[in-house]
């Protein structure tokens, strides 16, 4: 009965366009759940809508004070709940890249508009390679002065230094049919540039490149990639940003079940990060592992989950044999590990070493081989990992290097007997220092004896102990030379 009405309020809700209840059908019937049936045709007519007004809102973020950018922090762990207000956010780049562009409002009022002193700068500006001042041109060109082959040429130029709204412009052009150069619309050439400027992050290339995928307009069929596109649009969304933002703020305030309705509803919606949010909400307010479960499955069966989510995913699976056990944990620290964690890359190493083997899916996920893994994922670890810093994975490369060259050494004879005397030689000193220190402190306490005259037994154990301490001294001395000789033979084996 809940689940029913929980569909009819949504239905509801995207009748009336609201873009939280739209992107909630969009992402339910794109993955099946929740008594909606898999339905890609539905999935993307809901989510063509939301796609089509983030696209929008994204205009006017710099504008409204109700939206902000998506920061995709996640709680566990909680390194990036120490930066929300950083000026490196998508928001401040935003202001700053429509302020670049001549956006008056991003630049504050009272401005005179002068056009000729302006374009002189705008030029200037991409004599020196400003991609925002290329763009700027194309826009004057070919808005203001209806100059469309000069327009093109900023654009083009712009579009070869990586601007994304350089080559949804190309796009426009190609659709449009206001090519000088062609006459004619080219349909083929507008999806090309439409997907590559979306692939980019470009909301309206990404709505466009999406109708192509949908109709086959581009002369191939691909509706779920059609619908992952208009996703990825929706999750940039500025009004589900202020509700990750208030619930973000919440959280910080301790305020955690504010936090858990407002990251439940953007989970609700298809975010990857709210939902894992969600789970890790479920477990601090103790809400029962049937809450924990369900958002920690969601958040890794998004098209592209996060490594954390993978990661929480296997110790879950792991810990409960009765839902997939360790087969299914492998799968997951697998594709957390192909996706660049090194902490699933070491808990993969644990799981190998207490036996498990690694199923080819997951081996080839990776472009491994059974042959070698260890050491490939290893390797693997320590690339990925902070240069610098003493890790678990470089910990354990230093360990499996030890081993393998003492093995190596043990395999050669000279080598072998090498090492037999060196540990001897270790056992020896141990056992020889605290006897020296003792012979010279019995030599050190005859030398300074107010006994002026010893007789003939006491003169002759004084040089007895003299030698015995000297004998000591060459033969520690000895035994460092073999220990030097070992240890050398060790450091050309590790290198």
């Not at 995207?14 to 019937?29: E, I, T």
């Not at 190609?174 to 000088?180: T, W, Y």
């Not at 070491?346 to 080839?364: A, D, E, H, K, T």
């Not at 050190?444 to 004896?449: H, I, M, Y």
Request: with cysteine.
């Amino acid at each position: 009965m809940c689940v029913f009405q929980g569909q009819v309020y949504s239905l509801i809700g995207a009748a009336g366009d609201n873009r939280f209840a739209v992107m909630h059908a969009g992402y339910k019937h794109s993955q099946g759940i929740d008594g909606f049936p898999r339905d890609l045709e539905a999935a993307y007519s809901y989510y063509s809508n939301a796609g089509a007004q983030s696209s929008l809102d994204r205009e006017k973020m710099h504008r409204q004070k109700e939206q902000h950018a998506v920061e995709h922090v996640y709680l566990s762990p909680v390194e990036g709940l120490h930066s929300l207000s950083h000026q490196s956010t998508d928001l401040f780049q935003f202001v700053k890249y429509q302020a670049e562009s001549g956006d008056v409002d991003s630049q504050g009022q009272g401005v005179r508009r002068n056009h000729s002193r302006g374009v002189k700068l705008l030029e200037r500006a991409a004599e020196r390679g400003s991609v925002s001042a290329l763009n700027g041109l194309g826009w004057y060109y070919g808005m203001v002065l209806q100059d469309h082959r000069k327009a093109l040429s900023f654009f083009q130029q712009a579009a070869l230094n990586g601007s994304e709204e350089a080559m949804f412009n190309l796009g426009v052009y190609h659709l449009s049919g206001k090519n000088p150069d062609q006459l004619h619309r080219n349909e083929t050439a507008a999806f090309l540039l439409f997907l590559n400027a979306s692939r980019l992050g470009h909301a309206a290339a990404s709505v466009e490149a999406s109708w192509f995928l949908s109709t086959g307009g581009a002369g191939r069929r691909d509706l779920e990639g059609a619908v992952i596109l208009l996703k990825k649009v929706c999750e940039q969304n500025g009004h589900l940003g202020f509700l990750i933002r208030d619930a973000l703020q919440a959280f910080l305030r301790d305020a955690k079940k504010e936090a858990f309705l407002k990251f439940l509803l953007a989970a609700e919606t298809g975010l990857g990060s709210a939902q894992s949010n969600t789970a890790h909400l479920c477990e601090g307010l103790q809400l029962g592992a049937e809450c924990q479960w369900r958002y920690n499955n969601l958040s890794v069966v998004n098209y592209d989950p996060h490594p954390s989510a993978l990661l929480t995913m296997g110790d879950l699976l792991l810990s409960n044999s009765s839902v997939g056990g360790a087969d299914s944990a492998l799968l997951m620290y697998g594709r957390a590990a192909a996706a660049g964690s090194p902490q699933a890359m070491f808990n993969l190493l644990v799981l190998i070493r207490q036996g498990l083997v690694l199923p080819q899916g997951v081996l080839s996920l990776m472009n491994l081989t059974q042959r070698g893994v260890q050491m490939d994922l290893l390797h693997r670890c320590v690339q990925v990992e902070d240069e610098g810093s003493l890790t678990a994975c470089r910990l354990e490369l230093i360990r499996v290097q030890l081993i393998s060259a003492c093995r190596t050494m043990i395999d050669s004879s000279v080598q072998r007997l090498l090492t037999y005397a060196s540990l001897l030689s270790l056992l020896f000193i141990i056992i020889i220092l605290p006897l020296q220190s003792c012979l010279k402190h019995r030599v050190c306490a005859k030398r300074t004896s107010h006994v002026h005259h010893l007789n003939r037994e006491q003169s002759i154990m004084g040089g007895l102990l003299l030698r015995l301490l000297q004998a000591c001294d060459v033969c520690v001395t000895l035994c460092g030379v073999c220990v030097c000789v070992f240890c050398t033979a060790l450091l050309s084996h590790l290198l």
